[in-house]
T-cell receptor, first 113, second 116 residues
Framework: QKEVEQDPGPLSVPEGAIVSLNCTYS??????FMWYRQYSRKGPELLMY????GNKEDGRFTAQVDKSSKYISLFIRDSQPSDSATYLC?????????????FGTGTRLTIIP | ETGVTQTPRHLVMGMTNKKSLKCEQH?????MYWYKQSAKKPLELMFV???????ENNSVPSRFSPECPNSSHLFLHLHTLQPEDSALYLC???????????????FGNGTRLTVT
């Protein structure tokens, strides 16, 4: 079993739709959860960061963590063509030292105008 | 220049060639990383340097040789590569080696490597 599972897509939705991106994981020690966005021919950039369980909202983006189910989600409201990118989840058990991040494979998202 | 810059953007090399990838960060960070990104696979951490000392070597074959001469520069020296080494090689930096939300990774745009 992979440590982090993420549906690679591709996922295509019409402009204005609500998008739900998800990752599941097996390591119950993970406490720090991140979403990175990667545009074509660019490096990933941090989009959202949450610690432990709960929700975090930033504009049209909401990150949700359910540690009991080992499941994290990223919701995008009022999706725009500029949201078309690959979204990578990443997680870690520690916030310091040499604890490395574990990434998902990424979900490729296209918003259709 | 701002952020993390990588050169070259594209590289095609034969299996017997020797080449180097270069990364420079302009963020004043203390940690630098090499990642490998292959299609439909998670990002693979290859090497981590903290304050110019290697702190992680993730069982990477010896045909990949990193060098960190100072906290702003990172190189990946390549020799006798295999076709399966073709991938996007990403450099990243962070304030400290954790790379988590309080000290996130800042990635360059990568070098697309093709081994023929």
């Amino acid at each position: 079993q992979k440590e982090v599972e993420q549906d690679p897509g591709p996922l295509s939705v019409p402009e204005g739709a609500i998008v739900s991106l998800n990752c599941t994981y097996s390591n119950s020690a993970f406490q720090y959860f991140m979403w990175y966005r990667q545009y074509s021919r660019k490096g990933p950039e941090l989009l959202m960061y949450t610690y432990s369980s709960g929700n975090k909202e930033d504009g049209r983006f909401t990150a949700q963590v359910d540690k009991s189910s080992k499941y994290i989600s990223l919701f995008i409201r009022d999706s725009q063509p500029s949201d078309s990118a690959t979204y990578l989840c990443a997680m870690s058990a520690s916030n310091f030292g040499n604890e490395k991040l574990t990434f998902g494979t990424g979900t490729r998202l296209t918003i259709i105008p | 220049e701002t952020g993390v810059t990588q050169t070259p953007r594209h590289l095609v090399m034969g299996m017997t060639n020797k080449k180097s990838l270069k990364c420079e960060q302009h963020l004043g960070h203390n940690a630098m990383y090499w990642y490998k990104q292959s299609a439909k696979k998670p990002l693979e951490l290859m090497f981590v340097y903290s304050l110019e000392e290697r702190v992680e070597n993730n069982s990477v074959p010896s045909r990949f040789s990193p060098e960190c001469p100072n906290s702003s520069h990172l190189f990946l020296h390549l020799h006798t590569l295999q076709p399966e080494d073709s991938a996007l090689y990403l450099c990243a930096s962070s304030q400290d080696p954790a790379g988590t939300g309080d000290s996130p990774l800042h990635f360059g745009n990568g070098t697309r490597l093709t081994v023929t």
